[in-house]
C-alpha cells in the first residue's frame, strides 16, 4: 500500500516569498470568496493579494487609432467582464470603450420612466435590453422590446419572443401573433 503525499493537498509547505508591507511569510489563505495570497501576521499586517490574477489582456494593437485622453495607441482587451477597446498606456491612462456601440432603442423605460432601453451585450457575447440609467434602474428584458402597451395589463412596452409579441410582466399573460 502506498502512502500519500500529504503536501498535495496544503501549501504550507511552498515558499511565497516574504510579505512586500512587513517582510513577514506569505500563505495561501482561504475566504468565502476563495483562495487568497495573505500575510502570516495578520491581523497586524493586512496585505493580501488573489491567488489567481484576472489582469487584462491584450489581444490585437488597433492601428491608425488613438486614445481620446493621452493620443496612444487603442487596443483590443480582454478582462473579467468581456472584451473592450481599452488604451495601452494602461495603468497611466484608464480610457475604454465597448467594442460595439450601444443602440438606443429609442423606447422610454416602463419602469423609471426617465432612461431609454439600449441593446447592450454580456461578456459571454449574448445580447440584452436594459434601462440606461443602470444601476439606479435595474429594469432588464432578454427579448427585443416593442413599442405599444399590453392590452390586458397596460404596460407600457411588448417584447418579440419568435414570432409572437408578449408582455414582459411575469403575471400577465397575453401573446398575439407577430403582425410582421
Known amino acids: 500500500m502506498s502512502k500519500i503525499d500529504s503536501s498535495l493537498f496544503n501549501a504550507s509547505g511552498q515558499d511565497l516569498g516574504a510579505c512586500p508591507e512587513c517582510g513577514d511569510a506569505l500563505h495561501i489563505r482561504n475566504s468565502k470568496t476563495g483562495p487568497f495570497i495573505g500575510c502570516s501576521a495578520y491581523p497586524a499586517c493586512a496585505f493580501s493579494k488573489p491567488l489567481h490574477d ?52 429609442q423606447l422610454s423605460c416602463p419602469q423609471c420612466k426617465t432612461g431609454h432601453i439600449i441593446e447592450r451585450t454580456n461578456k459571454y457575447g449574448k445580447r440584452f435590453f436594459a434601462c440606461d440609467n443602470y444601476p439606479k434602474c435595474r429594469y432588464v428584458l432578454n427579448s427585443p422590446p416593442v413599442a405599444g402597451p399590453c392590452p390586458e395589463c397596460g404596460w407600457q412596452l411588448l417584447i418579440q419572443k419568435k414570432d409572437k409579441l408578449c408582455c414582459p410582466q411575469p403575471l400577465c399573460d397575453y401573446q398575439q401573433d407577430n403582425p410582421d
Open 54 to 105: 484576472n489582469q487584462t489582456t491584450v489581444l490585437k494593437e488597433i492601428n491608425g487609432t488613438h486614445c481620446p485622453q493621452c493620443d496612444s495607441t487603442l487596443a483590443i482587451k480582454k478582462g473579467r467582464f468581456g472584451m473592450f477597446i481599452g488604451c495601452t498606456n494602461f495603468p497611466e491612462c484608464h480610457h475604454i470603450e465597448p467594442i460595439k456601440e450601444q443602440e438606443d432603442t
